[in-house]
Structures are given as C-alpha cells and as structure tokens.
C-alpha cells in the first residue's frame, strides 16, 4: 500500500481524503500538512492523520512513500519539485501549474528522480468519456470535426474578496484553472492531437473585484478538428461536452459532475439521412472517479511506472491556459 500525505487539508484535499481512507488496500493517507492546521487538527485526528507543521517536515518523514497536493496552483511545481528531490512519488490536483516553462521542469524532476507523477484529471476515469472515446477510435461516430464544452457554476459568489481563489495571478482566466482545465483536458484525451491555435476572451462583468467570471474561447487541434470551450462563474451549475463525428454525435451533460455520468449519442442512418434519429441513452455502474484515480496512481507509484511525462498533455493543457490568457489579454489568435 501506498502510505501517502495530503497536503492542503481543505474542502477538495478533504474529499481526496474520503475517497480511499478506509476504502482502497492500495493507498492510505497517514500525514498530512496546512497552511491553518488549527482548522484540520480535529479532522486528522478521526481519520488516522499525522498533523505535520510543515511541507518540509511531511517531505523529511520516512514513513511515506507519496504526496497528495491540494494547494494553491502557483505552489505546485515548486512543491512537486522538492517531492521529488526527497524521493517521494507525487499526486497533484489540476491544473500541473500557472506556466509551462515551470510544469515542464516539474514533471522532468519526477523524471529524474524516477518517481511518478499523477495529476487529478479525474473525468478520464467516467466510463461515459472512456467509451466517447472508445466510440471515436473503432469509427463509430466517424472521423472527429468538433468539441463542444463548458462548465459553469457559482464560484465568483462561493469565496469571500480575500480567499486566493479571487487572485487573479492563482486563477488567470476566470474559471480556467478551477472548471475549464478539466474540459481541456478531456478533449485532448478524446481528439488523441494537441491544440494548435487559440483565440479567446476573458471578462469580470459581475463583481469589481477578483477574478474574471465570463471567459470562452475557439481552439484549433493540430488534427485539424475545432473546438468551443465556455466557463462562467457567475452563475448556476451546468455542465457540458458534445462531440461531433462525421457519423454522428454523442453528449454528456448535467448540474453536477462528481457523480457517474449518463452517455447519450444519435448516429446517421446512412439508408435514410433525412432520418431525425433519436438519441439512446447509455448508464453505468456507480463509481467514484476519485478513488479511481488515486488508486491507478498507487498501482503506477508502485511499479515506479510514469504517468505525466515531459511533452505530455499535463504539460500541454499548462501551455494553452498560457495561450488563453495571452489571447484574451491581446485580443489576438495565438499559435502554440
């Protein structure tokens, strides 16, 4: 088992922290660290976690194999690199970091130190985009023309004027690096082909404070296909993703998204496309994409087995947030 410490004791490292305490016999957290341990000193104690006064003494710990990082985004690559200079294998939320120069250097330390390096791209682990996918790559939806995204909520309202998640160098971009990122990422896994151009804008219309809470963008795949992504921040929560294939469509979509998704597709009647096909309805067993994706991070930690890798679409979602802000900022189309 992989004997792991969650570092940044918050509502989402909380919640990391309930997917598998307990539950996996491949990964378990014994130690963890935060910036206001007085506020976790209660949690720790119900759930078996050492409360450590620093990342440095969790890092300085032996009794660990593994780090589990719910921290602010600028603090991620610095963090994982002194991970991986400790020999620790290291499990990052999203986004990898703020630029790509420093994601780059991150994921190459692990490299290095032949330690893995995972980040929480959880949608991949929805039998519902694994099987988009899978539809895509055996021709049953066609060749792919078009991805179709957004994710939306409240967030501009959640946090007060002072929380780090309404400072605009943590979140350039508005709701990028808290919602979009994941709909990035989940292109890139479907379209299997880098973003090649982007062309975006970012606005704040609602508060006179904080972060943008109105940004969309247009991105071009170096395979050619197209792709629209929106994230609004300021309003109720929805969520969506529709994939265009030359033989037909498949949607994913609801309010919430940590609960197993539903699969809907129509497909052309090549006998008849005058045909309005009807869309079909795909569900799946209930599963947690959390502890999903924790335990193939074990499972890989174990086999001294990398996972984010220099180049790789981890590295690449840092580098178009980059392209997005720099977009947005010079009202311009801009090349990756």
């Not at 499990?91 to 250097?105: T, Y």
């Not at 809907?264 to 999903?292: G, M, N």
Request: glycine letters at 8%; hydrophobic letters at 45%.
């Amino acid at each position: 088992m992989i004997r792991a410490a969650i570092v940044g004791i918050g509502t989402w490292g909380r919640n990391l922290v309930g997917a598998v305490q307990g539950k996996s016999e491949l990964i378990g957290f014994v130690a963890g660290a935060t910036r206001t341990p007085a506020t976790a000193e209660l949690y720790c104690k119900q759930q078996g976690i050492r409360l450590m006064e620093s990342y440095e003494e969790v890092l300085a710990y032996a009794e660990i194999d593994a780090v589990v990082l719910a921290t602010p985004h600028s603090l991620h690559c610095e963090q994982i690199v002194a991970a991986a200079k400790a020999g620790k294998h290291v499990f990052v939320e999203k986004p990898l970091g703020i630029d790509a120069k420093s994601a780059e250097q991150a994921v190459t330390a692990c490299a290095q130190q032949k330690v893995t390096l995972a980040v929480g791209y959880n949608w991949r682990f929805q039998p519902a985009l694994q099987e988009a996918r899978h539809m895509l790559d055996d021709g049953h939806l066609g060749k792919l023309l078009h991805i179709e995204g957004n994710f939306s909520g409240p967030s501009a309202y959640r946090f007060a004027r002072e929380h780090w998640r309404h400072d605009r160098e943590e979140a350039p971009a508005g709701g990028m690096t808290g919602r979009g990122v994941h709909v990035v990422d989940a292109m890139l896994y479907l379209a299997r082909s880098h973003i090649g151009s982007v062309a975006a804008q970012s606005e704040r219309l609602v508060h006179d404070f904080g972060v943008d809470d109105t940004t969309s963008m247009l991105f071009r795949f170096q395979s050619g296909a197209t792709a629209y992504l929106g994230t609004v921040i300021a309003t109720a929560e929805a969520w969506r993703l529709q994939i265009f294939g030359s033989k037909g469509w498949i949607e994913l979509g609801d309010v919430a998204h940590l609960h197993t998704w539903d699969l809907k597709f129509s497909l052309l009647d090549p006998q008849d496309l005058a045909r309005k096909q009807p869309p079909e309805v795909i569900s799946y067993p209930k599963t947690s994409t959390e502890l999903a994706e924790l335990e193939h991070f074990a499972k890989a930690a174990m086999a001294r087995r990398p996972l984010a890798i220099p180049g790789g679409d981890e590295v690449h979602n840092v580098a178009v947030l980059e392209a997005i802000v720099r977009s947005a900022r010079d009202g311009a189309r801009v090349q990756l």
